[in-house]
C-alpha cells in the first residue's frame, strides 16, 4: 500500500493556463489522478487570454513529485512556470536567529548593557562564578552538539549537513519549553576531541544536549561528561527515545489489558536508541527483552560485540533465542523498531501474540508503513507527523530541560526519566486513551510543563550540591507553600516573607502563589541587567529563603528602561504592611512576651539580623540590593508622630478592634 502523501514532500507550482471554463478543473483532476492532494489555489494574475495561478501539492516522496509536475506540464495549452519545495524555503537561512532581550536607545542603556557598566558585573562573577548562573544567559541555555555521525536515517552526513536538524532542535527547545539553545556541530569523529571540546565550551551553558552521534563512542562520551561537567549532559537519541517509548507503552498497555511483566519485547537496532529503550522498559517492569540488529538475534554465545551490545547480550534474551527477526518476533507482543525502513513486514506481525503493538520509528520511513500493518496490529506508532501516534523526541526534551534548569539539577538520572515518561502518560486521561491517542500531540501545551513540573520534583528530592568554586554553596528548594505560626496553625507564606492567615488575608500581602510566579516569570522573560539573589523580610516574621530562578535587579537600571518590578511591587506593599505592624509593635509585641526591640528571624536563614540596625525600624526589603518604590514614603513614615492609643473595643461597624484599630478602619466614635 502507498503512503499518504504530507507536508514534508510539498511544493507550490505556478501554472499558466488557458482564461477558460475547465481549464483550472482539468489541472486539479490531474493531479489528483496522479496521487497528489492538493491544497492552496491563489491567483497570481488574470490577464488576456491567460491565467496564472499557484498551486500548493503535497506528494509522497520525491520521486511523486516529479511525477505530478510532468503530468500537469503535459496538458495542452499548459505551462509549469516555476517550482518552489516549501520545506527548502523554510529552511534558506537558517530557522533560528539570535534576538537581543532590550532595546539600545539611550547612551544611559549602553553603559549599563556594555562598557562601562558591564565592568562590574564581571568582576562580580569572578569573584563568586557561581553567580554566572543568574548573571549570564546561562541559566536558560542549552548547547546541541552533534558530530554529524549517526542523523535521523541518514547516517554519518558530516557536521555541515547536520546542520539542518541541529537549527530545528534548537527551534523546538524555544518554542515547546522557552529554552534558548543553540547548535553546534563539530569537524570531528575523535571521542577525546569531543568530549575536550564540550569540556571547553560547557562555561557559557546551563546544561548538554547531545545529538546524532553513532553508537558505541556515543556512551562513553555522555558517561564522561556527566562525570567531569556539573552541569546535565543528556543524550537525545538515547533517554529522549527511551522515555516517549515508556509513555506511549504505558497507555498502550491499558488498552490491550497486558502488564509490563508479562510482555515479550523486540528491540530491532541495538543502537544508542534501542539500548536505552531496554534500560528504561527493564527498569519499568518488563522481564522478557530480545535484540536483533543486522546480523540476527543478540545473544550471549556470539561473538564480535561491542561494549554496549555485550551488556545488551548479558541483561536480555533470558531463553537465549538465536536466529534471525523471523525467530525473534514468534510470540511477541511489543516490536520496536530503531533500524531501518521496511524491514518488518505483515507476515511477522501474524506471528505475534494477540494485539499486537508496533512502534516502528526508523525516520524517514518507518520499519512498516501504518497502512501496511493495519489490520494485523492492534496499536501502530511511527516517528513521523503525518500519522497518529507519532512518538517524537520533543514531547520529551524541552520540559526535562525546562525542569533541569529550574532548579539547577546537576543531572538528569533515572527517577527523573522515569517521572517524565509517566507525566507524557498521564496527559491523556482514561477516557481518552484509544488505538489513535496513545501519546499526544506535540503540539499538546499541556505536555512541556507537566514534564518540567515532575522532572523538577524529582530534581528537588535528589537535591544534590552543585560543585564549584564556592563550595560551601548548596541548591535551595523552594520554600514550601505553607509555614506554621506559633499557634500551630498553618499559614500560606506570601512574597514579603511573612505568612497570611489562611481565615484572614491581609490585604496588604500578596500572596507568593501561581499569578505572582507568572507576574515574576513574564518580567525576568524582559530583564536583562545586574541581578542578585532576592530576599525579603520582614520585622517580627523572619526570613524568607532564597528562591530557585528568582532574582531582583538594581532600581537604577530598572528605571533607566522604565520598567517596573512585580517584586518591588510587593514588596513595596509589605513595607507599608511593616510600617503599620511597627506602629503597633509595642502593645502586640509586649503582650505576646517578645520585646519590641528584639525582630525574629527564621531559624538556618541566609540572613541575619544586623545588630548595628535599630531593631524596631521596618526592613521589608533588606538584603533585595534596591530601595522599594516607596522608599520616600516609608521614611516619612519613620518619621510619623507616635500612634494615638488604642482606640476602645467595639468600633463604629460594631465590631471588636484590635492592635488599636477597627477592623472596618472606620473612625472612631467619640468617647463617652
Known sequence: MEAIPSASYSMTLRVEFPHQPGSLGAILTTIGEAGGLVGAVDIVRIGGDKTVRDITVNARNSDHGRSIVEAVDALEDTQVLNISDRTFLMHLGGKIEVRSKMNIRTRDDLSMAYTPGVARVCKAIAAEPERAFNLTIKRNTVAVVSDGTAVLGLGDIGPEAAMPVMEGKAMLFKEFAGVDAFPICLDTKDTEEIIETVKRIAPAFGGINLEDISAPRCFEIEERLKRELEIPVFHDDQHGTAVVVLAALINSLKIVGKEMKDLKVVVNGIGAAGVACAKILMSAGVEHVVGCDSRGIVHRRRDGLNASKRWFAEHTNPENLTGGLTEAMRGSDLFLGLSVPGVLTPDHLDTMNEDPIVFAMANPEPEIMPEAAFGHARIIATGRSDYPNQINNVLCFPGIFRGALDVRAREIDEEMKLAAARAIAEVITEEEVSEDYVIPSVFDERVAPAVAET??????????????????????????????????????????????????????????????????????????????????????????????????????????????????????????????????????????????????????????????????????????????????????????????????????????????????????????
Open 455 to 672: 522532572v523538577a520534583q524529582a530534581g528537588r528530592r535528589a537535591a544534590r550540591p552543585v560543585a564549584s568554586a564556592s563550595r560551601n554553596r548548596r541548591w535551595a528548594p523552594r520554600p514550601p507553600r505553607f509555614l506554621t505560626g506559633r499557634s500551630g496553625r498553618r499559614r500560606r507564606q506570601s512574597c514579603d516573607g511573612g505568612s497570611a492567615s489562611p481565615t484572614r488575608r491581609s490585604a496588604s500581602r500578596v500572596p507568593f502563589g501561581a499569578d505572582c510566579r507568572r507576574q515574576i516569570t513574564a518580567y525576568n522573560k524582559n530583564m536583562a541587567g545586574l541581578r542578585k539573589i532576592f530576599v525579603c523580610t520582614t520585622p517580627g516574621r523572619g526570613v524568607a529563603g532564597p528562591r530557585a530562578g528568582v532574582s531582583s535587579t538594581s532600581a537604577f537600571a530598572r528605571r533607566s528602561r522604565g520598567l517596573a518590578s512585580p517584586h518591588r511591587r510587593c514588596c513595596a506593599t509589605a513595607a507599608a504592611a511593616a510600617t503599620r505592624r511597627g506602629r503597633s509593635s509595642s502593645s502586640s509585641r509586649t503582650t505576646s512576651g517578645t520585646p519590641a526591640s528584639a525582630p525574629r528571624t527564621s531559624p538556618g536563614s541566609w540572613l541575619a539580623t544586623s545588630p548595628e540596625r535599630p531593631p524596631a525600624e521596618p526592613r521589608a526589603l533588606r538584603g533585595c540590593g534596591t530601595d522599594p518604590p516607596s522608599a520616600r514614603r516609608t521614611r516619612r513614615a519613620r518619621r510619623a508622630p507616635a500612634p494615638s492609643p488604642p482606640r476602645p473595643a467595639g468600633g463604629p461597624c460594631g465590631s471588636s478592634c484590635s492592635r488599636g484599630r477597627c477592623s472596618c478602619r472606620a473612625p472612631a466614635r467619640p468617647g463617652p
